[in-house]
């Protein structure tokens, strides 16, 4: 298996554009996860799917802030508009649901610079 | 709620010594813990974990973690450190009442040739 694939690896973009960062979860995962990463803040989980469904979003920051999973292969994360302060790496990680598989499996993440 | 604390920002170690890097857990019910390692410019990668069972678990690239309920602490460990074990180092416990992990803040692990 490829693993959890992620895309743009890098992103740059100016105060005010929308950025969308893209995840393909693991085959067979009915579990994905959106987390940021700071220096700051260290690793947040933003939201959480569970067969395409969001179950937790409480974590998301800002309505500038959305996420959606058309289907089980895609995931979207999208800010809209972006502000230098959303600058971290986006992680998107998968999981299955079976009994004791609880451990999450992540994406190589997207570094995003907002300038 | 739950939470984690990893006590060190950093840990140094001389190559062939043995490596603990600390972690403490907060959580009602059963804790069920993790460590993830985290190479620059890379993804977290799953190491191991603890669910129930033998408090000593074993995990990859010869990486083991005690769970200690007394001491809610899950300490990673290895007996002969590798250069290559320089990484950040994550202990993480899964959420009550939802299927999610709180991370702690991460340690940072360096082995001295």
């Known amino acids: 298996d490829a693993g959890v694939i992620q895309s743009p690896r890098h992103e740059v973009t100016e105060m005010g554009q929308e950025v969308t960062l893209r995840c393909k979860p693991i085959?067979?995962?009915?579990?994905l996860f959106w987390y940021r990463q700071t220096m700051m803040r260290g690793l947040e989980l933003l939201i959480y799917?569970?067969?395409?469904?969001?179950?937790?979003d409480s974590g998301m920051p800002e309505d500038r802030f959305s996420a959606k999973m058309p289907n089980a292969s895609f995931s979207t994360l999208k800010i809209q508009p972006s502000e230098p302060r959303d600058s971290a790496v986006y992680f998107c990680?998968?999981?299955?649901?079976?009994?004791?598989?609880?451990?999450?499996?992540f994406g190589p993440g997207t570094r995003l610079t907002v300038t | 709620a739950q939470s984690v604390a990893q006590p060190e920002d950093q840990v140094n170690v001389a190559e062939g010594n043995p490596l603990t890097v600390k972690c403490t857990y907060s959580?009602?019910?059963?804790?069920?813990l993790f460590w993830y390692v985290q190479y620059p410019n890379r993804g977290l990668q799953f190491l191991l974990k603890?669910?129930?069972?033998?408090?000593l678990v074993k995990g990859s690239y010869g990486f083991e973690a005690e769970f200690n309920k007394s001491q809610t602490s899950f300490h990673l460990k290895k007996p002969s450190a590798l250069v290559s074990d320089s990484a950040l180092y994550f202990c993480?416990?899964?959420?009550?009442?939802?299927?999610?992990?709180?991370f702690g803040s991460g340690t940072r692990l360096q082995v001295q040739p």
């Open positions: 990680a998968s999981s299955l649901a079976n009994l004791g598989e609880y451990e999450q499996y």
């Open positions: 085959s067979g995962h009915d579990y």
């Open positions: 799917f569970n067969n395409n469904v969001p179950i937790d």
């Open positions: 959580v009602s019910g059963n804790p069920y």
């Open positions: 603890y669910i129930t069972g033998d408090n």
């Open positions: 993480a416990v899964r959420d009550t009442g939802r299927r999610a992990l709180t």
